[in-house]
């Protein structure tokens, strides 16, 4: 038995020491190679998901795409931070803020019935339409986008809560249809991005979806 328990001890004590000296071999290796493996992505969802230090780069989306992957209900749920102030129902009924039901496809500042700023209504003669893009950007920071408006709003962040928000606002009967899909036109600005942060991904697309940039050299 004690020479049993013995060659136990010894052959623990081997299997330790060769699972110390694997680690030993294996921990330099895994850590310098693996952070430099794809920073590139890492920075890349950073920066959609996180809001706040992404605040400055907010790549304008390809509404054509992510309407269609948009989550309607997720958006309707963010829109309680709205429902202090408008109502969404098909009446169209005023609040604090103007009824927001069909307010995708229509001009600024021109619900029926609602005493708009002098900000709201000096956008409209520069904006005909609120589209995606703009409402977009109005929500990020309705105060800081335009100049004496009345939505005293802090704004909405992360730009997928907008996208979603916005994917909600448009099955309030909308009049304004949804693009066919450009990737393209989204791939440049996504290559900025990419070359900012490593050289070497410069002009890959950043998607599964989207094909290669058409003008891309090799
Ligand atoms: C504190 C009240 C308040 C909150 C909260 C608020 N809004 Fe507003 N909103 C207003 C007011 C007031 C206006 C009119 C602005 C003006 O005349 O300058 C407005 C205008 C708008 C417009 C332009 C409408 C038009 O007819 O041109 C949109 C779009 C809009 N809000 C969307 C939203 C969404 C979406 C949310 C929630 C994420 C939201 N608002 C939250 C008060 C609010």
Redesign the pocket.
């Known amino acids: 038995m004690s020479d049993l328990s013995g060659n136990k001890i010894i052959g623990a004590a081997l299997a330790t020491a060769l699972v110390i000296a694997g680690l030993g071999v294996g921990v330099p290796m895994l850590f310098p190679k693996a952070p430099p493996a794809k920073p590139g992505d890492v920075v890349a969802i950073t920066a959609e998901a996180g809001g706040g230090a992404a605040a400055e780069v907010d790549t304008p989306p390809d509404w054509g795409t992510v309407l269609k992957t948009a989550d309607v209900a997720a958006g309707e749920a ?2 309680s ?2 429902k ?3 109502m969404f129902d098909a009446s169209g009924a005023n609040n ?3 009824g ?1 039901y069909g ?1 995708v496809g ?1 001009k ?4 029926a019935g ?1 005493a ?2 002098a ?2 209504t000096a956008f409209s003669g520069k904006q005909p339409v ?1 589209d995606y893009q703009h ?1 977009y950007e ?2 990020k920071g ?1 105060q800081a986008y ?1 100049d004496g ?5 802090q704004g ?1 962040k992360a730009s997928q809560d907008r996208i979603n ?1 916005i994917a909600y ?1 448009h099955t309030l009967g909308s009049s304004l249809p949804i693009p066919a899909p450009n990737p393209a036109a989204a791939a440049p600005a996504a290559a900025a991005r990419w070359r900012r942060q490593s050289p070497s991904r410069a002009g890959r697309s950043s998607g599964p979806a989207a094909p290669p940039p058409p003008a891309a050299a090799g």
């Open positions: 963010k829109t931070a709205c202090s102030c408008h604090i803020g103007p927001l307010v229509r600024p500042g021109s619900h609602f708009y700023s900000g709201m609120w409402i109005f929500l309705p335009i408006t009345k939505m005293t709003y909405m928000v606002l």
